[in-house]
């Protein structure tokens, strides 16, 4: 417990800070200011650096790309493979478990070992692994390396300790289990086939021994050739050779018939009594054609030969096989059973699938219950027991992806009702149809924890949807989806070339949202410039959704010179109550070339019927202004105690008062600093045409424009230049561009190299990756026009082309799921100058300096020289990219707070912070009665206070004197559209925090925490003082920023974009945790990254799964009681006893003993050269997990066994070596004693 009070003047190593908050502040962490403040603080901080550490807690969602599938029958659990090397093990609910290869080799093929609590992966680096399942985190035992072959098939029979592995060579390995050990019996593909056979017959493709001899192995070739090897007489007792390639072969259970499946879409059957040709061959989806011949078929990938005790028909079950000339149809499962054929279509293609059946025995009566289909975005179990094939309803959260996702947001410790009023008012739009059969993968066992509080996860999609989960003890479980395309018109066939023009394929991809859980308002932002507003009822009703319309959009009086910012008062009503006058909508005479005063999109002007849940109450839309698209809404937040609304972009800010439906301030950032603007900004006004000299006509060809106009990111506008901004794509000559003045900005070419390389920039972030010091410097964000746009035949010469015809203002709506941009990993470790730099390395951009004299294109040395000397500096000597007239607002919040140094009491303010770094402070007059709120006008006057930071402003938060943190005031949620009571009227119940009713000791007054992408400070208010300030970071920059509360005290969380994740404490700034988490590696994770009270965080890892995670120490160590578990004891099913006549006459199975015949005493050791055995870490951390108990005395015994083997092996290694070298040394001496054995001594 530390005690942190004011320092003196002249006592402090910082530098000093002055009250208004220069940006020469710099002191060091945790060291308070020089600055004078109001009285001495004393606050008592709780938070240690031992109080955090990050670990992943759960994934959820569909596995990333699968590739592999294995179940296990006895304890019923399933595990997925993925491209990336991850492996997925699912359960019954709550019981979900990832794991993750570290060299991150894409999983091949999987086994579990039944009923033993171990999965063995065979990986694409040729690695086999041993994962251990008996503890809650599964951890590999042994590796085994193989270093001249590549696996391509294995197979582990049921109750054995020896695996077999076929390789692409056509080899088939023998492994021990137990000790991960090669055996030194290997069948050779050249003993396999006959010595006749002139060609290879390809990799091992399947792998299986007979149900009736477990002496027998079944080989099949890639190419069609097959044998059974008889492993004790080491010879084949069998070969056949087909003419088509196989891909799989399936058992009947009896052992006397097996089925291949082809790449002509065929099946063949074989009968162990003749082998010389197939005794059957039929192709379920091939036709005859009329000169008699079968036509093309697919190849059938996989096949399943299944019986069933109660029915004398088998089960066939297949994927693929359709006909070549049906193009178009989607992936299909097919079940044949007797003679009724059933096709299954997919929506995605076909991973794999497994038939699930009753018995682990494969000579037993097989009685399949299920198929475990594994798709490419899907997981889907089928019902095999009713004659429909119904599908079950899937219990995990797999269709996260089902529109791709665009944002997410996460709130712990949320209202205790909100949850099963979310889930009453779902629960009524559920799919139907399903299986009512219980969920078949039900293994594992999980309880809730003692330690849990309701979460709620909210995912935005790119079809305009919106999801809410229950993400309460680890879990994952959708509750109540939103369509917000349900407030806009549907554009008409008539009207379809106009919408073509204005609304892109994707409109109503959300952006960004923005909830009050107390208040059950929701606010949505969409990428088309609009913000819906939705209240919640549990009552249907019949409402016409009201339309504002804001032309938010900078004009030429916009722009201040140093002389107008000292003479010209900005504001023409003192009040601040003079919201821009709205033309009319002139939306069917408008003119294709000149589009003026309409939204993008249309909403509904009709009664609508709206069912329980959210239901939509209001509509904010930004305008077209002279033919530019508006600009994408960067920040937003609602206060539904004061019901005001206020959102921003990089053109200005608008407050929406949604009580009365009203915009009550709509103007651009400039003139909301009146004459306290610190910048010294120029005029950009036009200037005449100046004759070329560098014999430049043109800055890009019609090709390179149109190819950077495709690679635009597809979740933001396209880039339309204004008349200060970059002219390229133009095919207009450079005389033409240069009338306009240009400063020496640096721009970034959007042009992502490659036809898989994709980008879209965070939301939330476009101001923070796309304005360098607010400027926008991405074709991913509009920039903002310091001036009219000329018109057509004006003076100024025709109109920059800013789109071809017919192009829309925005793009596809990419998800954060599908931005997928690798970076270098030297600039992951040596961090960002800047995010100009960032974007750099994430487009393969080229870069102009633009001024009045002339363009220069430079070169990658030169960009890199210029960006490593990029500074961001806000000093007093203003630079010319600081003199830029444009800024955007970045981050907004309403509190309780003071809005001048002479304010007494707390007021209603609204904080606003932009790409500059700089901080405003509006307050608001907003009337306390409820009757007089609905009718009184609401006053908001920009008072012209201004806070100074480095960077881009991403966070505010405020503390009380005593470092509690003050939560902003809420309407206590009331349903609008509930049956009048007239005992109880609804009025509006507000729950106020204001920063004086909490502390009587201290006073009025309270801290406010703003935090930037390069450093945080801590004002005290009303005075303004900065009392404390700490440099985040220098070489890299914040993508996210939260003030959030963890272990009943609050803390600062900080994600950067060089992967780090800090906490500071509050309100010293004191660094608690700084670890390097996560690279940066694509811009899905600087999009989706979340932090939340509690000590936990969020984001998308991959398009279809969503990573959480803890920087709780407290919860790192309570992990392993959240998780399930996925190993309980089972006593293995007994083998049915086959009775005395099946066994006389030849029925039973024949065993065998596999130790004898591939144990080092029989078969040798295997070449040591050929696989390379690794230990693996999961020994200890498999007994620490499981001390205590009998599994952790078998689990210690078991791992003490093999490191005892391993040592003894090692051990036998050496002493063998040394025999060989004596054997050699005594051979050589015998060799020369006899050579000069009968030698006189004169012939030496």
């Not at 359960?91 to 478990?97: H, I, L, S, Y």
């Not at 005790?309 to 193009?327: C, H, M, P, Q, T």
Request: glycine share 8%.
């Amino acid at each position: 417990m530390k005690k942190f009070r004011k320092v003196l003047d002249g006592l402090t190593t910082s530098s000093p800070v002055n009250p208004g908050g220069s940006p020469g502040c710099g002191s060091a962490a945790g060291t308070p200011s020089a600055a004078p403040t109001p009285r001495e603080l004393e606050i008592q901080e709780t938070l240690m650096s031992e109080h955090f550490q990050i670990c992943k807690t759960v994934r959820h969602g569909f596995p990333y790309q699968p590739t592999a599938l294995a179940f296990d029958p006895v304890q019923k659990i399933l595990a997925i493979g993925s491209r990336s090397g991850g492996i997925r093990i699912l359960g019954r609910p709550g019981v979900d478990c990832h794991s993750q290869h570290e060299s991150g080799a894409a999983v091949l093929q999987m086994q579990f070992l039944i009923n033993e609590g171990a999965l063995v992966t065979a990986c694409a680096d040729d690695t086999l692994h041993l994962w251990s399942l008996r503890q809650r985190l599964p951890a590999i035992l042994h590796s085994l390396k193989f270093n001249r072959e590549r696996i391509t098939f294995c197979h582990l029979p049921f109750q054995s300790k020896w695996l077999y592995v076929g390789t692409e060579r056509g080899n088939t390995h023998i492994v021990n289990i137990e000790s991960f050990i090669l055996s030194g019996y290997v069948i050779m593909w050249n003993k396999a086939i006959e010595l006749s056979t002139k060609t290879h017959p390809g990799p091992v493709v399947h792998l299986s021994d007979s149900p009736k001899d477990e002496g027998k192995l079944l080989i099949g070739f890639e190419s069609g050739t097959i044998v059974m090897w008889d492993l004790r007489a080491k010879r084949a007792d069998f070969r056949i050779y087909y003419d088509e390639a196989i891909h799989s072969v399936s058992w009947h259970h009896e052992g006397r018939q097996f089925m291949c499946s082809h790449s002509d879409g065929s099946l063949s059957m074989w009968n162990m009594r003749n082998t010389a040709k197939p005794f059957q061959v039929t192709f379920p989806h091939g036709k005859t054609q009329r000169d008699g011949r079968k036509e093309s078929c697919k190849p059938i990938l996989k096949v399943e030969y299944k019986t069933s005790r109660n029915s004398s028909e088998a089960f066939v079950i297949f994927s693929g096989g359709l006909s070549y000339d049906k193009a178009g149809r989607r992936p299909t499962l097919t079940i044949m059973h007797g003679k009724a054929i059933t096709v299954l279509e997919m929506d995605y293609p076909i991973v794999d699938f497994m038939v699930l059946c009753e018995t682990p025995y494969l000579n037993e009566v097989q009685e399949p219950y299920a198929v475990v289909v594994l798709l490419e975005k899907d997981f889907v179990v089928v019902d095999l027991t009713q004659s429909n094939f119904p599908i079950f309803e899937n219990p995990y959260p797999m269709d996260v992806h089902e529109s791709p996702v665009t944002c997410t947001a996460y709130f712990a410790d949320c209202p205790p009702d909100i949850i099963p009023v979310l889930y009453s008012i779902g629960a009524k739009h559920k799919k139907t149809g399903y299986s009512h059969k219980e969920w078949p993968v039900s293994g594992g066992t999980w309880t809730v924890g003692s330690q849990t509080y309701p979460e709620i996860i909210i995912t935005g999609h790119a079809d305009g949807s919106i999801k809410f989960w229950d993400a309460t003890a680890i879990t994952l479980q959708m509750l109540y989806k939103l369509k917000t395309s349900k407030v806009f018109e549907k554009p008409k066939t008539g009207d379809m070339g106009r919408s073509a023009d204005l609304v892109e394929e994707d409109p109503y991809a959300v952006q960004m949202i923005s909830w009050c859980p107390q208040s059950r308002i929701f606010c949505v932002v969409g990428i088309s410039a609009h913000v819906i507003l939705y209240r919640f009822s549990k009552h249907d009703a019949n409402t016409i959704i009201t339309s504002l319309e804001l032309r938010l959009q900078c004009e030429m009086e916009d722009v201040i010179s140093p002389s107008d910012t000292e003479n010209t008062p900005c504001f023409s009503d003192p009040s601040g109550h003079s919201p821009q006058p709205q033309p009319p909508s002139p939306r069917s005479n408008t003119p294709d070339s000149v589009r003026d005063s309409i939204p993008c999109l249309k909403v509904k002007d009709r009664m609508i019927r709206m069912p329980p849940g959210y239901q939509a109450e209001l509509v904010v839309q930004l305008l077209w202004v002279d033919g530019e698209p508006p600009q994408q809404i960067t920040c937003l937040d609602l206060n539904s105690a004061y019901g005001l609304l206020a959102l921003g972009n990089c053109n200005g800010l608008a407050v929406v008062d949604y009580l009365q439906k009203t915009i009550l301030l709509c103007m651009s950032t400039l003139e909301l600093y009146g004459s306290a603007d610190p910048f010294q900004r120029l005029t950009r006004s036009p200037r005449k045409n100046r004759q070329s000299t560098s014999g430049l006509t043109e800055l890009s060809d019609n090709q390179v424009s149109l190819d950077l106009e495709r690679s635009k990111s597809p979740t933001s506008a396209p880039y339309t230049p204004s008349l200060h901004n970059d002219p390229r794509g133009t095919g207009e000559p450079v005389s033409n561009l240069r009338s306009c003045h240009y400063s020496p900005v640096f721009y970034l070419l959007d042009n992502v190299k490659g036809p898989g390389r994709k980008l879209s920039l965070p939301t939330d972030l476009k101001t923070d990756l796309d304005h360098v010091n607010g400027h926008c410097t991405s074709p991913t964000s509009q920039p903002c026009p310091s001036g009219r746009a000329r018109v057509p035949g004006g003076p100024e010469g025709p109109r920059l082309a800013r789109r071809g015809p017919g192009r829309p203002p925005f793009r596809k709506a990419q998800s954060a799921a599908c931005m997928e941009v690798s970076l270098p990993v030297s600039s992951l470790t040596e961090g960002y100058p800047s995010r100009r730099a960032m974007l750099q390395q994430l487009h393969g951009v080229s870069m102009y300096s633009h001024d009045e004299h002339h363009i220069t294109n430079y070169s990658w040395s030169e960009r890199e020289s210029r960006e490593n000397s990029f500074s961001r500096s806000r000093s007093s000597s203003v630079s010319s990219i600081d003199r830029e007239t444009k800024e955007a607002v970045t981050t907004l919040q309403f509190a309780e707070s003071y809005g001048r140094k002479s304010d007494s009491l707390p007021t209603p303010c609204l904080w606003v912070g932009t790409s500059l770094g700089l901080v405003l402070i509006i307050p608001m007059s907003i009337p306390t009665d409820e009757q007089e709120r609905q009718e009184d006008p609401v006053t908001v006057a920009p008072t012209g206070t201004v806070l100074m930071l480095k960077g881009s402003v991403l966070r505010f938060g405020f503390l009380d004197c005593g470092g509690a943190l003050i939560n902003s005031p809420y309407e206590v949620w009331r349903d609008q559209h509930a049956p009048d009571d007239p005992d109880r009227p609804r009025k509006r119940k507000l729950v106020n925090f204001s920063p004086s009713s909490s502390q009587e000791a201290c006073g009025d007054g309270h801290l406010a925490v703003v935090c930037s992408e390069r450093q945080a400070k801590v004002f005290y208010m009303p005075s303004q003082a900065c009392l404390y300030v700490h440099n985040i970071t220098e070489s890299s920059f914040v993508l996210r920023a939260d003030v959030v509360s963890v272990s009943n005290s609050v803390c600062l969380a900080c994600f950067c974009a060089n992967g780090h994740i800090m906490i500071l404490s509050l309100p010293s700034l004191r660094p608690l945790l700084d670890v390097s988490y996560l690279p940066l590696t694509d811009m899905r994770i600087a999009r989706t990254f979340c932090f939340t009270n509690g000590g936990q965080a969020l984001y998308l890892c991959s398009p279809t799964e969503i990573q959480r995670i803890t920087y709780s120490q407290e919860m790192c160590v309570n992990l392993q009681e959240t998780l399930g578990e996925l190993f309980t004891p089972i006593e293995t099913p007994e083998a049915q006893n086959r009775g005395f006549l099946k066994g006389f006459f030849g029925g039973n199975a024949q065993t065998f003993d596999r130790e004898e015949l591939f144990g080092e005493a029989s078969a040798g050791k295997a070449s040591r050269s050929l696989a390379q055995h690794i230990p693996g870490q999961g020994g200890i951390e498999g007994m620490k997990a499981a001390a205590g108990g009998v599994v952790g005395d078998l689990a210690r015994a078991r791992i003490a066994l093999d490191e005892r083997g391993q040592r003894l092996g090692e051990l036998e290694e050496r002493t063998a070596l040394m025999m060989t070298s004596a054997e050699t040394f005594s051979k050589h001496a015998h060799e020369l004693m006899l050579k000069c054995k009968d030698k006189k001594w004169y012939q030496f």
